[in-house]
């Protein structure tokens, strides 16, 4: 990690980005050329998923409805689904989370026509639904705190993950306003809200998952004793 953030910082994108050298990592999220030229991987960051946290998912609620909303749909999601599970009081939601409608039960829908969208962007911004099942958690957070400025670009910004990409850089006056960990803990928050949209139930199907395992392992106890005692005087 202290490679790439030399790298950067000889690139001129060190203060871009708030991919610290205490971040946990996983698997690779690309590759990037260092200041020498050469091709390196950029491992991906590790993003702080966790669905008993709900003043995360309140707070990714938050960021995720003032910050993307307003130019991507998450058209699986009800804004009631968001109240109930996210113990959000539903006169709360419907005057700070609803953005593009004035009925709790709607689902989050942008209300931009995307031919509209491509013209502006290049591309229609993706529904972010399924994100992360798409992308993966680490994915998609490394993605979000790998933007640089790049005057090169029509909205003046690059991604490390995604080389090109056609949308701004959203959160950069939030970036500039917070230290690199505040930054790190609003991009977290955000990425496990839409952890959490993609998936709502993970945490009980781990839960229970996790119960249907140690039953079977007890289980088994039994069961190989039962099989020994019939087949004992069988040569």
Known sequence: MSTLIKSLAGLGLGAALTLTAGTSMAASCGTFTNADGVVEDLACSSAPIDFTNKGSLQNGAKT????C??????EYVRHSRIAKDLEIPPELVEKYLMVTTDQIGDHINAEIDQEVQASWFGAAPPDLSLE???????????????FYEDPSRPWGA????????AMPHVLHNMQ???SAEEFESEVGDLVNFMAWMAEP???????????????LLVLLIPVYLLNKEFWKDVK
């Not at 909303?69 to 998450?74: E, K």
């Not at 992360?132 to 790998?146: A, H, I, Q």
């Not at 993970?202 to 140690?214: E, K, P, S, T």
Request: aromatic residues 16%; contains cysteine.
């Open 64 to 67: 995720f409805m003032n910050y």
């Open 176 to 178: 500039e306003e917070l």
């Open 132 to 146: 992360t099942r798409l992308r993966g958690d680490d994915w998609v957070y490394t993605y979000l705190l790998s």
């Open 201 to 215: 139930v993970r945490h009980d199907r781990q839960v229970i998952g996790f119960f249907v395992i140690l039953f």
């Open 69 to 74: 909303a307003g130019c991507h749909s998450a």
């Open 158 to 165: 690059n991604n490390l993950v995604l080389k090109n990409a």
